[in-house]
């Protein structure tokens, strides 16, 4: 048996004949893990009840006890979903400390289906980042090439998929989060339509824009894990009482007639040429497939960056204005805050600048403005400040209220256009995997690689990327398919076509065995 090599929906068939046991295949990955985690460096902490878990399953299913559709299958959570007494850090020290009382609904759905939660997985901090060079605990790095990145902010995510150190994984997309890193590391990862997966206990970036998704090697191994995740949460306000389809049971059903929509303003200035052969090959399949190719247009999807960097961190300055240093995560030594304080008054005093002494810092205030200092990276505290200059007096019309309405022209787009055409074809990524360090002190430069996927979740439709080829330097490149509301099945059946007539979901990295 060779696991690694194995899709989820293969090890659960093994898994219910008998053929192996959840500890045998838990004890695969864990080894997978320790052998060559030390370079992707895609997990922050590995469930050291793993084991444990496993073997209560096999107890149960040796007594012939009904079981979870995910039973014995391990499963990485990315370090954003809320696990109770566990650590769950979002990738910042701002939260290094935090154990939530309660789980996420995903994570309680999880639970509830079996499956053996195996680890949290690396992020860019609090979500924000294309690259997982935010981290502020560790930079992931792509398996296929140890020196490039492997995306983000769910590369910790992605990268344990590829680097076979588990079947399936759980990520969170805000403006291509699955689906960007998907591409670049040569897996299969889907973001559902806003309020299809409950975001309860998923600790918020942008709250219109965040959505939970799977993240797997194969179309049918992510309806099989979005068949777990999806469905009403009344815990969560924004949750659609929408019925779940039996997205593993219609996977493998081709689609007839299907109409796909190639983006004009995808193939233009930006596009690596390289990216752009492997879409149109893509392409190509599917108009093997019995496929309709129409020309279409997403005229205001030039704009989604601009609207996106106004929106998200907008957003991210009021979720995040909670982690002030007094109701939980970091707090700075106070200590030391108020000797600096007592140091600094001294000072103003003895050279007769009483007025500048009793103009400083009250302690608390000082406490609110170290702790967020020191506990937010570059990255998150650059967004915070965009989005509070976006909502302040007298630039909330100019930015943050236009962008709303740049936001409704991007699925107004979207809704024209899905009157013509089924499914959305393009690219992923503008390019393929770049290396670490290399656009870090260009944060324009790093928004760009975002490009063909914010507007997915400025529209709030649903979008899934896949393996379609690979670079001269043996990166993967992926191409995406959006889709309507809650048409998840159809992006899923579509994807699943693709990759019976193709092998690219087969490749594997050189670390798995």
């Not at 588990?166 to 973001?191: E, H, M």
């Not at 992923?428 to 995997?433: G, I």
């Not at 579509?494 to 594997?508: C, E, I, K, S, V």
Request: glycine share 10%; aromatic share 8%.
């Amino acid at each position: 048996m060779a696991p690694l090599r194995q899709t989820a929906t293969e090890l659960l068939a093994q898994l219910h004949a008998g053929q192996v046991t959840s500890v045998e295949l838990t004890r695969a990955y864990l080894d997978q893990i320790e052998q060559h985690d030390g370079n992707v460096k895609a997990f922050l902490r590995v469930n050291p009840r793993a084991l444990d878990e496993a073997a209560a399953i096999d107890k149960r299913r040796a007594a012939g006890e009904p079981l979870g559709l995910l039973a014995g299958l391990p499963v990485a959570i990315k370090d954003l979903l809320c696990t109770q007494g566990e650590v769950t850090t979002c990738g910042s020290k701002m939260l290094e400390n935090f154990a939530p009382p309660y789980d996420a609904t995903v994570i309680s759905r999880l639970r509830t289906a079996d499956a053996v939660l195996i680890g949290k997985t690396n992020m860019d901090e609090f979500a924000m980042g294309s690259s997982t060079e935010n981290s502020f605990y560790k930079n992931t790095a792509n398996p296929w090439n140890l020196d490039y990145i492997p995306g983000g902010s769910s590369g910790g995510a992605t990268a344990c998929v590829a680097a076979g150190m588990a079947p399936l994984s759980v990520g969170s997309d805000t403006g291509g989060s699955i689906r960007q890193p998907s591409g670049l590391c040569g897996v299969t990862g889907l973001k559902p339509t806003y309020g299809r997966v409950s975001r309860y206990g998923l600790v918020a970036f942008a709250s219109s824009l965040d959505q939970i998704g799977p993240i797997a090697r194969t179309a049918e191994d992510t309806a099989l894990l979005l068949e777990v995740l999806a469905g009403h949460d009344p815990l969560d306000s924004t949750s659609v009482d929408k019925p779940v389809p039996a997205y593993s049971q219609t996977v493998g059903q081709p689609l007839k007639n299907l109409r796909l929509g190639l983006v004009r303003e995808h193939f233009g200035q930006g596009l690596d040429s390289e990216v752009e052969a492997a879409v149109r090959e893509a392409v190509e399949v599917y108009k093997s497939l019995g496929a309709t190719i129409v020309d279409i247009s997403l005229p205001h999807g030039k704009y989604g960056i601009a609207t996106y960097y106004i929106i998200a961190p907008s957003e991210a300055s009021s979720n995040l204005a909670r982690y002030d240093g007094v109701h939980y995560g970091y707090r700075t030594d106070e200590k030391q805050l108020v000797a600096e304080l007592d140091r600094e008054r001294a000072e103003l005093v003895a050279a007769g600048k009483h007025a500048e002494a009793e103009a400083l810092d009250n302690p608390l205030v000082r406490l609110y403005r170290k702790s967020r200092a020191e506990g937010f990276g570059p990255e998150v505290k650059r967004r915070i400040m965009l989005g509070t200059y976006a909502l302040s007096a007298g630039y909330y019309d100019a930015y943050y209220l236009k962008a709303l309405k740049v936001r409704r022209l991007i699925r107004r787009d979207y809704d024209e256009a899905f009157e013509k055409v089924d499914l959305v074809i393009g690219p992923v990524t503008p390019s393929p995997a770049f290396k670490l360090g290399e656009k870090v002190d260009d944060p324009l430069a790093m928004y760009l690689v975002d490009l063909y996927t914010v507007s997915a979740n400025l529209a709030g439709i649903g979008g899934i990327a896949l393996p379609c080829g690979f670079s001269s330097g043996g990166l993967p490149i992926g191409v995406q398919l959006q889709a309507p509301p809650f048409e998840e099945e159809r992006l899923l059946r579509a994807a699943h076509m693709y990759q019976q007539a193709t092998d690219w979901h087969q490749r594997y990295p050189s670390m798995i065995a």
